[in-house]
Nanobody, 131 residues
Framework: EVQLQASGGGLVQAGGSLRLSCETS????????IGWFRQAPGKERGAVSC????????YYTDSVLGRATISSDNAKNTVYLAMNSLRPEDTAVYYC????????????????????????WGQGTLVTVSS
């Protein structure tokens, strides 16, 4: 059974940093794309970053480019999203999703329909950035 569990959220001051974790089980990370998405109150869930662990291909949405780093630790079956220079507009519930890798680049999974490309989801973790 594919399972994902996101953690690491919390209250952070603007300019601060944090690292979110997505612990996975039930599948091989090399066979899946993992995406981080976020949803702010009243807004749709949107992509933050995606990674293909098999070859390290990554994608970042423009709003976090240069401030976020996605990485995977296959030994721990965990994907991380480290973010720095946090802004109040980063406040959202962050979700990690998984989908079988069919050979597309990470950008293709994250963009377009975005969340609709992913069949498996963990529960969200709330990130609140205070000004």
């Amino acid at each position: 059974e594919v399972q994902l569990q996101a953690s690491g959220g919390g209250l952070v001051q603007a300019g601060g940093s944090l690292r979110l974790s997505c612990e996975t089980s039930g599948f091989n990370l090399d066979d899946y794309v993992i995406g981080w998405f976020r949803q702010a109150p009243g807004k749709e869930r949107g992509a933050v970053s995606c990674i293909l662990s098999s070859h390290g291909n990554t994608y970042y949405t423009d709003s976090v480019l240069g401030r976020a780093t996605i990485s995977s630790d296959n030994a721990k079956n965990t994907v991380y999203l480290a973010m720095n220079s946090l802004r109040p507009e980063d406040t959202a519930v962050y979700y990690c999703g998984a989908e079988i890798d069919v050979g597309d680049p990470a950008e293709d999974y994250c963009s377009g329909p975005g969340p609709k490309n992913f069949a498996y989801w963990g529960q969200g973790t709330l990130v609140t950035v205070s000004s």
